[in-house]
C-alpha cells in the first residue's frame, strides 16, 4: 500500500474517533450554543499564517477536524474570527483543507481592535445574538473583550481539543442558565 494513503487513511480515522468523541460531548448538553466562533492561528492550526506560504500544505492541530465536523453534525453553525494580515494565505489554507463549505462566516482580516469587529460582523451577517455564541481563541485579550459583548469566550493553550470543547459547553450552559434566572418572568403577566 501506498504509505501517503496509508497516513491519509490513518489520519481520516484519527479525525472520525475524535469526531465521535465530540458528539458524545455535545450530547451531554441540554443548551447548545447556536453558532461556534474559532479563531484561527494557534487555536485551529498550529502556527501564524503571516509566517507560512499559500504553496504550502497546512495541518490543523489533532482534534480540530473532527470537532468541526461534530458541530456540523449537530446543525450547530462555524464561524471564523481571524485577525490575520495575510487572509488570502488563511483562506488558501482553509481551501485547501477542505473546511472553508463548513463555515457560515469567514471574518478574516487585520484589525486593531481585538476581535470586537469581527463579532459585530458575524453577528450582522447571521443575526445569531452574542449570548447564544460560543468562542474559542488563543489569546486572552481577544478572550477579555469579546467576553464583554456577552459571548462565552473560551481560552485555548494549545490548540482546540475535546477538554477545550467540554469546557466551552460547560461554561456556555452556565452563562445560558445564568441569563434565563435574571430575566423577568413574563409567563404571569399579573404579576
Known amino acids: 500500500m501506498n504509505p501517503h494513503a496509508q497516513t491519509e487513511r490513518e489520519m481520516e480515522e484519527k479525525t472520525e474517533k475524535v469526531k465521535r468523541e465530540a458528539l458524545k460531548i455535545i450530547e451531554e448538553f441540554e443548551v447548545l450554543p447556536k453558532l ?10 498550529p502556527f501564524y499564517c503571516e509566517c507560512r506560504s499559500k504553496r504550502e500544505m497546512p495541518s490543523l492541530y489533532p482534534h480540530a477536524k473532527g470537532i468541526l465536523l461534530a458541530l456540523k453534525e449537530k446543525a450547530i453553525d462555524v464561524a471564523i474570527a481571524s485577525r490575520s494580515p495575510t487572509a488570502d494565505t488563511a483562506i488558501a489554507f482553509l481551501n ?22 469581527h463579532f459585530q460582523r458575524i453577528h450582522s451577517r447571521t443575526a ?3 449570548s447564544s455564541m ?9 478572550i477579555h473583550s469579546v ?3 456577552g459571548v462565552t469566550s473560551i481560552l485555548v493553550d494549545d ?8 469546557s466551552g459547553l460547560a461554561q456556555f450552559s452556565q452563562n445560558w442558565n445564568a441569563s434565563q434566572k435574571n430575566k423577568p418572568d413574563t409567563s404571569n403577566p399579573a404579576a
Open 36 to 45: 461556534v466562533v474559532f479563531d484561527l492561528d494557534y487555536t485551529l492550526w
Open 96 to 117: 485547501k483543507l477542505n473546511l472553508s463549505s463548513l463555515f457560515v462566516a469567514q471574518e478574516i482580516y487585520s484589525s486593531w481592535t481585538h476581535k470586537t469587529d
Open 128 to 130: 445569531v445574538p452574542f
Open 134 to 142: 460560543l468562542f474559542f481563541d488563543d489569546e486572552n485579550r481577544n
Open 147 to 149: 467576553s464583554k459583548m
Open 159 to 166: 490548540g482546540v481539543n475535546l477538554e477545550s470543547l467540554m
